[in-house]
C-alpha cells in the first residue's frame, strides 16, 4: 500500500464522528461530536469537559534505519453567519440558499523531520490561528448592501510530539507521544473544541527498517509485543510492512475501504446501504437543513440522492474476506478458536444435548420456561411449545438450543431463513410427539 492509500484509510479515522447522520445542525447527536482523537487543552477547567492531552503508543520494528512521522488532525473552524449590518445570526438565506452558523474543522497535516531508530526526540508543533470572510453572493461589497457574509475563524494550536526508541531482543520498540500543549486556561466547552487536536492519528513510514504486527506478532515477537503500551492509540500495520497506522480507534491490520462504498458517511460503525437508505427517506426540508449544515453534509445528500439502483445493490449483501495474513498458514497450526475448522467435529444441525436424561436434537419438541435473565419479551414464550433446530456450543463451553415456536404461523419462515430464538438447556423441558398432539 503507498502512503497515498494509506491516507485514504486514515481519513475515514480522520472524520469518523465529524458529522453523524441526520447530518444536521438541529440534531441531537451533532451538538456533541469529535469523539475520537482528541487531545483536549492541558489547563482546561472540569467544566469545560476537555479530553485528555494527549495519546501514546509502541510499536516494533526489525532493523536499524529511521522513520518518517505525519502528525494528522483536524483544526476546529467556526463559521459565523452575519447579517448585512455585522450582527451574528444563526441563520441566513440568501438567494433561495439557506447557511448556517456551524463548526467546520480543516484538515492538518505535519510531516516531522526523519527520526533515526535510536535514542529521543521531540517536535514542537504550532498551527496558526486565523479568520477569513466571505460575501454570500460572491460581491466584493455585499456585506455594505445587506447581503450578509460568512466568517471562519481558527485558533492558534500547540503541540509537541516525542519520540522514544529501545532495544526489546532482537526488535526496536518505538513510542510515539502527543501532547497538547496549549498555554492558557480554558473554561468553556466551546473554548475547549477550538484549542483541541481533533481526531489526531498518526502515520509512520519505515526506511530501512520494517514494522512487525503488535496484533498478530510472529512467534519470536509475541513477548516483545505483550510489552507493548497503547493509550489512546493503537498501531496497525497499512498495507505493507513499512507503513503503520495509530489511529485512536481499534482496528485490524491492513485496513482497506470497501470497494463497494461510494463515499465516507462518516457515522460511527457505519453500514453504507442502510444509511444511504435513511437518508434516501429524508424530506426535502431535511435534506436541504443537512446541505445548510455542512458542505460534507451536502456531498453526502446528493450522493444518496443520485446513486444508480445498481450502486445501491452492490452495497447488499457483500462478504469481504481478510487479506492473506503474512503469518503461517492455518494448516501449520491449530485453527484459531473463532475458524469452524477449530471443531470440524461440531455440527449443530446433529449435535445433541442431554436434558433430564432425554437426548434432545434437532426435530424435538420441547416446552419453553424462560429463565435466565429473561425480558418481557422471553416470558410470552413462557409454557409455549417448540420445535429444536438446532444445538450450538460457544467457546466458553456453554449450550444454547435453537427453537421455533410450533404454533407460531410463522415457524417455516423463521426456520427457513435461520431467526431462531435461543435457550439455555435447563430453560427447556423434552416432550414426546404425542405430549404436544394431546
Given at each position: 500500500?503507498?502512503?497515498?492509500?494509506?491516507?485514504?484509510?486514515a481519513?475515514?479515522?480522520?472524520?469518523?464522528?465529524?458529522?453523524?447522520?441526520p447530518?444536521?445542525?438541529s440534531?441531537?447527536?451533532?451538538?456533541?461530536?469529535w469523539?475520537f482523537?482528541?487531545?483536549?487543552?492541558?489547563?482546561?477547567a472540569?467544566p469545560?469537559?476537555?479530553?485528555?492531552?494527549?495519546?501514546?503508543?509502541?510499536?516494533?520494528?526489525?532493523?536499524?534505519?529511521?522513520?518518517?512521522?505525519?502528525?494528522?488532525?483536524?483544526?476546529?473552524?467556526?463559521?459565523?453567519?452575519?447579517?448585512g449590518?455585522?450582527t451574528?445570526?444563526?441563520?441566513?438565506?440568501v438567494?433561495?440558499?439557506?447557511?448556517?452558523?456551524?463548526?467546520?474543522?480543516?484538515?492538518?497535516?505535519?510531516?516531522?523531520?526523519?527520526?533515526?531508530?535510536?535514542?529521543?526526540?521531540?517536535?514542537?508543533?504550532?498551527?496558526?490561528?486565523?479568520?477569513?470572510e466571505?460575501?454570500?453572493?460572491?460581491?466584493?461589497?455585499?456585506?455594505?448592501?445587506?447581503g450578509?457574509r460568512?466568517?471562519r475563524?481558527?485558533?492558534?494550536?500547540?503541540?509537541r510530539?516525542?519520540?522514544?526508541?529501545?532495544?526489546?531482543g532482537?526488535?526496536?520498540r518505538?513510542?510515539?507521544?502527543?501532547t497538547?500543549?496549549h498555554?492558557?486556561?480554558?473554561?468553556?466547552?466551546d473554548?475547549?473544541a477550538?484549542?483541541?487536536?481533533?481526531?489526531?492519528?498518526l502515520?509512520?513510514?519505515?526506511?530501512?527498517?520494517a514494522?512487525?504486527?503488535?496484533?498478530e506478532?510472529?512467534?519470536?515477537?509475541?513477548?516483545?509485543?505483550?510489552?507493548?503500551?497503547?493509550?489512546?492509540?493503537?498501531?496497525?500495520l497499512?498495507?505493507?510492512?513499512h507503513?503503520?497506522?495509530?489511529?485512536?480507534i481499534?482496528?485490524?491490520?491492513?485496513?482497506?475501504?470497501a470497494?463497494q462504498?461510494?463515499?465516507?458517511l462518516?457515522?460511527?460503525?457505519?453500514i453504507?446501504?442502510?444509511l444511504?437508505?435513511?437518508?434516501m427517506?429524508m424530506?426535502?426540508?431535511?435534506k436541504?437543513e443537512a446541505?445548510?449544515?455542512?458542505?460534507?453534509?451536502?456531498?453526502?445528500?446528493d450522493?444518496?440522492?443520485?446513486?444508480?439502483?445498481?450502486?445501491?445493490?452492490r452495497l447488499?449483501?457483500?462478504r469481504?474476506?481478510?487479506?492473506?495474513?503474512?503469518?503461517?498458514?492455518?494448516?501449520?497450526?491449530?485453527a484459531?478458536?473463532w475458524?469452524?475448522?477449530?471443531?470440524?467435529?461440531a455440527?449443530?444441525?446433529t449435535?445433541?444435548?442431554?436434558?433430564?436424561?432425554?437426548?434432545?436434537?434437532k426435530?424435538?419438541?420441547?416446552?419453553?420456561?424462560?429463565s435466565?435473565?429473561?425480558?418481557a419479551q422471553?416470558l410470552f414464550?413462557?409454557g409455549?411449545?417448540?420445535?429444536?433446530?438446532?444445538?450450538?456450543?460457544?467457546?466458553?463451553?456453554d449450550?444454547?438450543?435453537?427453537?421455533?415456536?410450533?404454533?407460531?404461523?410463522?415457524?417455516?419462515l423463521?426456520?427457513?431463513y435461520g431467526?431462531?430464538?435461543?435457550?439455555?438447556?435447563?430453560?427447556?423441558e423434552?416432550?414426546?410427539?404425542?405430549?404436544?398432539?394431546c
Amino acid at each position: 500500500m503507498s502512503l497515498a492509500a494509506a491516507r485514504a484509510v486514515a481519513d475515514t479515522v480522520l472524520y469518523e464522528g465529524y458529522l453523524l447522520y441526520p447530518y444536521r445542525a438541529s440534531a441531537a447527536k451533532n451538538r456533541s461530536r469529535w469523539q475520537f482523537g482528541v487531545l483536549g487543552p492541558p489547563l482546561a477547567a472540569a467544566p469545560a469537559f476537555a479530553e485528555p492531552p494527549s495519546l501514546s503508543m509502541q510499536c516494533l520494528l526489525s532493523g536499524a534505519g529511521a522513520v518518517t512521522v505525519h502528525l494528522r488532525f483536524l483544526q476546529l473552524q467556526a463559521r459565523e453567519v452575519r447579517d448585512g449590518s455585522g450582527t451574528p445570526v444563526a441563520s441566513l438565506t440568501v438567494a433561495g440558499q439557506r447557511v448556517l452558523s456551524w463548526d467546520e474543522a480543516v484538515e492538518r497535516e505535519i510531516t516531522l523531520p526523519m527520526v533515526p531508530l535510536s535514542g529521543t526526540a521531540e517536535f514542537p508543533v504550532t498551527v496558526p490561528g486565523g479568520a477569513d470572510e466571505e460575501p454570500l453572493d460572491g460581491a466584493d461589497q455585499a456585506p455594505l448592501r445587506g447581503g450578509g457574509r460568512v466568517v471562519r475563524r481558527r485558533w492558534p494550536l500547540a503541540a509537541r510530539v516525542r519520540t522514544a526508541v529501545e532495544p526489546d531482543g532482537d526488535l526496536l520498540r518505538l513510542t510515539v507521544t502527543v501532547t497538547n500543549e496549549h498555554p492558557g486556561p480554558v473554561t468553556g466547552k466551546d473554548e475547549t473544541a477550538r484549542h483541541s487536536l481533533l481526531g489526531t492519528h498518526l502515520l509512520i513510514e519505515a526506511h530501512d527498517a520494517a514494522f512487525v504486527s503488535v496484533q498478530e506478532p510472529p512467534p519470536g515477537a509475541a513477548e516483545a509485543a505483550a510489552r507493548c503500551r497503547q493509550e489512546r492509540c493503537w498501531p496497525v500495520l497499512a498495507g505493507s510492512s513499512h507503513l503503520l497506522l495509530g489511529a485512536p480507534i481499534i482496528l485490524y491490520d491492513h485496513p482497506q475501504l470497501a470497494e463497494q462504498s461510494p463515499g465516507a458517511l462518516f457515522d460511527a460503525t457505519e453500514i453504507d446501504e442502510i444509511l444511504t437508505l435513511r437518508v434516501m427517506t429524508m424530506t426535502d426540508a431535511e435534506k436541504a437543513e443537512a446541505r445548510a449544515t455542512d458542505p460534507r453534509a451536502a456531498a453526502i445528500v446528493d450522493r444518496c440522492d443520485d446513486l444508480a439502483p445498481a450502486d445501491l445493490q452492490r452495497l447488499h449483501g457483500t462478504r469481504l474476506d481478510p487479506p492473506p495474513s503474512d503469518g503461517p498458514a492455518l494448516s501449520d497450526g491449530p485453527a484459531p478458536w473463532w475458524d469452524p475448522a477449530a471443531d470440524a467435529a461440531a455440527d449443530p444441525a446433529t449435535d445433541a444435548v442431554l436434558i433430564a436424561g432425554v437426548r434432545v436434537a434437532k426435530g424435538s419438541l420441547v416446552r419453553v420456561h424462560p429463565s435466565r435473565r429473561a425480558d418481557a419479551q422471553d416470558l410470552f414464550y413462557a409454557g409455549q411449545v417448540a420445535r429444536v433446530t438446532a444445538v450450538f456450543s460457544d467457546v466458553d463451553g456453554d449450550t444454547h438450543v435453537a427453537v421455533v415456536l410450533v404454533d407460531d404461523p410463522a415457524a417455516d419462515l423463521h426456520d427457513w431463513y435461520g431467526r431462531y430464538l435461543y435457550f439455555a438447556p435447563d430453560e427447556l423441558e423434552p416432550l414426546e410427539q404425542e405430549d404436544h398432539a394431546c
